[in-house]
């Protein structure tokens, strides 16, 4: 079976359980997590919060929140004025220090910008694109195009970017030629066989988006991921 080639990856890894500031110390702040990065900033909780439960409820703000406030970090439980203001400085730090011309995929309608051409395609493709921690875009590679059966696409034709890039989620695109974007059995087997491949090698698949000429279907909006 195609998923124990990720068996044995998972097989010889270690199976200590180290903090933050430890995998930071050992292999670097890019192989952290969102959470474990908010983790570190945040360094403490509160009385009632653990500091890991604050880093998950401020990191479950970013899909809705294009540039969070003061005010909206304030109304998380156990995160005081000192707390936003680190959190803010942060973010304010990294946006000055942002690469020009490196695509941030932090939403669904800039995820589609970068795959435009799929909307007019007259055969079907399936796309990926390659995200660092900050969701900034490495690489955009067409997988397949024409008549494919998306399960014939192993997790190497898919996951072996992951060799030459600090590669931590990926996006999976594809179209569908009639415009329909309504996923298909299939769809949801390749999506769920991708996202389990991913797991096991701790590459995160953050969504699948289906687009047709003028519509697109996402699985995490649906809460299918």
Known sequence: MWMSEFVVIVAIMTTQILQPREKIVQSGAANLSTQEL???????GSKKVPVH?????????????????????????????????QILAVFELLERLRPLGTPILDSIDKVLQQVVEL???PREQVMCLYLNTRLQLLMKETLAIGAINQAALSPRDIFSAIKFFPITSIILVHNHPSGDASPSPEDLLFTKQVSDAGRLIGIELLDHLIVGQNK??????????
């Open 53 to 85: 439960v604050l880093a998950q409820k401020v990191e479950a703000k970013f899909p809705h929140h294009q540039e969070l406030t003061l005010t909206e970090l304030r109304q998380i439980k156990g995160i005081g004025l000192a707390k936003a203001c």
């Open 216 to 225: 697109h279907y996402s699985y995490k909006a649906h809460f299918m991921i």
């Open 119 to 121: 909307r007019y395609s």
């Open 38 to 44: 908010l983790t570190t900033i945040l360094g403490s």
